[in-house]
C-alpha cells in the first residue's frame, strides 16, 4: 500500500496535467461550434469504425456456424437426390418422395484432422458411434468421394481417405454398366489423379466421360461423382483398360464431408452371406 502511495505521488504532477488537459479540451469543444462539430464527426467515425470491425469480428467467428447450417442444407439436398436416383432436384415429384422409403441418410461432420503426404492417408471427423455412425460407410463431398469410415469411437470416427493404398471403390464410366475398381494413382504424384481399372477393352471410354460410383456395394450409392477420364491406354495382352482419372477433389482442402448410412446394409450383405453359405 505505501510503494501505491508513493508511485501516486511520483506522478502527481503528470495526473494534475492530464487532468487540466481534459478540462480545457472540454471547454474548448463546448463553447466552440467549429471544434464541437470537428469533435463530433470524429467521435462519429471512430464510432463506426469499431461497430464495423465488431461485426467484422463477430462474423468472421460466425462463419464456422454458417458453413455448418449449409453442409447441413447440401446434405438434404443430396440425400433427397440419391434416395431418387436422379441427378438434379429440378425433377422431384414431391408426392412420389413423401411416399418412397429413404435407402440413405446423408450426416454432415467436420474434418478434424487430415493428411495427404503418406502412402496411407487417413482423415479424423467429429461424429461418432454417438450420432449413428458405423464402420463402412461412406464419405463424400459435393465435389466427390472422399473415403470409408474405418473405425469409430463415441464421439469420433476415422475413415481411410481415397488417397490410401488400400482404399478401392466400385466405379464405372457414366451411362455404361461396366463396374471397375477406383484408386490412388500414386505413381503420378498427384492428390487428384486416380487410376480406374477392370473396365473391359471393347467398353466405349473416351477422354472427357465422366466416373461416378457404380452402386454395386453397399457402401455408396449409384452416381457420385468421382471424376472425368484424362486418358485411356490398353496394353498389349491385356483385357482391361488402363484409364487414368481427374478428380475436382482438393483432398487437402475439406472441411465438411457427409457421411452416407445405408439403411438397408444389414439385409443386403446378410442375405448374400446366406447365398455364399448355401454355395459352400
Known amino acids: 500500500m505505501f510503494n501505491l502511495i508513493q508511485l501516486f505521488l511520483r506522478l502527481s504532477g ?15 469543444v463546448k463553447y466552440n461550434q467549429a471544434q464541437k462539430g470537428i469533435y463530433t464527426n470524429s467521435v462519429n467515425v471512430g464510432t463506426g469504425l469499431l461497430h464495423k470491425a465488431s ?3 463477430k462474423h468472421y467467428f460466425s462463419l464456422d456456424d454458417e458453413n455448418y447450417r449449409l453442409a447441413r442444407e447440401n446434405a438434404k439436398l443430396l440425400e433427397t437426390m440419391y434416395n431418387l ?3 438434379t432436384l429440378e425433377t422431384i415429384d414431391t408426392i412420389y418422395f413423401e411416399n418412397n422409403t429413404p435407402h440413405y441418410i446423408f450426416q454432415v461432420a467436420k474434418v478434424i484432422k487430415n493428411s495427404v503426404n503418406n502412402h496411407h492417408n487417413y482423415i479424423v471427423l467429429d461424429k461418432g458411434s454417438d450420432d449413428g455412425i458405423i464402420p463402412h460407410s461412406g464419405i463424400v463431398t459435393n465435389n466427390g468421394v472422399v473415403g470409408i469410415v474405418r ?6 470416427s476415422v475413415a481411410m481417405s481415397l488417397l490410401h493404398r488400400q482404399t478401392r471403390i466400385s466405379a464405372k464410366i457414366k451411362g455404361s454398366n461396366f463396374p471397375g475398381s477406383i484408386a490412388w494413382d500414386e505413381r503420378e504424384n498427384n492428390t487428384q489423379m486416380l487410376s480406374l481399372s477392370d473396365i473391359p477393352k471393347h467398353a466405349k471410354v473416351e477422354v472427357g466421360d465422366t466416373v461416378v460410383t457404380s452402386g454395386f456395394s453397399t457402401i455408396f450409392p449409384e452416381g457420385i461423382m468421382i471424376g472425368t477420364v484424362e486418358s485411356t491406354e490398353l496394353k498389349p ?7 487414368s482419372v481427374s478428380s475436382k477433389l482438393d483432398m487437402a482442402n475439406i472441411q465438411y464431408v457427409y457421411i452416407i448410412k445405408n439403411l438397408f446394409k444389414k439385409e443386403q450383405e446378410d442375405l448374400e452371406q446366406a447365398v455364399m453359405e448355401e454355395d459352400q
Open 14 to 28: 503528470f495526473f494534475v496535467f492530464l487532468l487540466l488537459e481534459i478540462i480545457c479540451f472540454t471547454l474548448v
Open 151 to 156: 473405425k469409430v469411437s463415441k464421439r469420433f
Open 237 to 243: 495382352g491385356k483385357y482391361a483398360l488402363d484409364i
Open 85 to 87: 436416383g436422379i441427378d
Open 55 to 57: 461485426a467484422n469480428f
